[in-house]
């Protein structure tokens, strides 16, 4: 479970409740299901509205992905690895790595790596691990898509949230002390529409497309790794060139790491 982004949701609500409290506002009103089913309600509508059947059941998935706390693959690891293997096939030739593709976890490295050793050719191999990074791309890029437009839809929801009760509460004019009651939760929709757009559903697809950035690259390295292997460059080439595919703090901790080597 990912902790850091369950203390962040629990800090807006927080955020919320104790703004409400120090401007003086009753946070009672807060607890009102009509605005509630407006938004939450509206916003699956939104989204149901937007994408086929088979990509929102997948919504859980996603979600078990977003909290899930899987341990990622450093990019430093991988290339450490690829550089490790570079340096074996230069010693013992691509068949050499008959025995390292076995006892790989990452299917996407052991995908390419069993190609090269069946003696594919670098542009048919190239060609389709950029297939299924680009079929991965666009996977990650649907997921987010949905809590981005459940992000645009549950502002706007807000807004009609409001006009409902307004609509109520002009309604019943003569009665002064009603008239405010329902005005104050007419706009507690609103308040729920900005806060689930801007403070969950918008930083959900923000942090998906994050994840996906993280895992892309490391195909991309991956990729990039297995070509170099199978054109039998060196392996300090093969090092330099993977190391301008880091980021500078990774590149850094590499260093760092093998600064004996």
């Known amino acids: 479970m990912d902790i850091f982004l369950i203390i962040g949701v629990i800090t807006g609500f927080f955020a919320i409740i104790v703004g409400m409290i120090v401007k003086g506002a009753d946070v009672t009103v807060l607890l009102n299901p009509a605005a509630a089913i407006i938004i939450l309600v509206g916003t699956i509508a939104a989204v149901m509205n937007s994408f086929p059947k088979d990509e929102f059941l997948k919504i859980p998935k996603i979600l078990g992905v977003l909290f899930g706390n899987k341990q990622k ?15 074996s096939t230069r010693k013992n ?9 076995q006892g ?41 898509s949905i809590f981005t437009t459940a992000g645009g839809s549950a502002p706007t929801l807000g807004v009609l949230g409001a006009v409902i009760g307004l609509i109520g509460a002009l309604g019943n004019l003569n009665d002064t002390e009603k008239l405010g009651h329902m005005i104050a939760a007419a706009f507690v929709a609103t308040l729920y529409g900005i806060f689930f757009g801007y403070v969950i559903f ?37 090092e330099k060139k993977l190391l301008g595919m880091l980021a500078p703090k990774d590149r850094v901790s590499f260093e760092k790491n093998n600064k004996d080597i």
Not at 73 to 87: K, L, S
Not at 114 to 133: H, N, Y
Not at 222 to 237: A, H, T
């Open 73 to 87: 693959e450093r990019p430093v690891a991988i290339v450490e690895q690829i550089i490790e293997m570079a340096q």
């Open 93 to 101: 030739g691509l068949l050499s790595l008959e025995n390292t593709i």
């Open 104 to 144: 790989l976890d990452n299917k996407f490295m052991k995908k390419g790596l069993e190609m090269v050793v069946d003696g594919a050719d670098p542009e048919f191999i190239e060609e389709v691990l950029t297939i299924d990074i680009d079929e991965t791309e666009e996977r990650h890029r649907a997921g987010a």
């Open 202 to 238: 918008h930083p959900f697809a923000t942090r998906l497309k994050r994840k996906s950035h993280e895992e892309i690259t490391n195909m991309r390295i991956i990729l990039e790794g297995i070509l170099s292997i199978q054109e039998g460059k060196n392996p300090k080439s093969i």
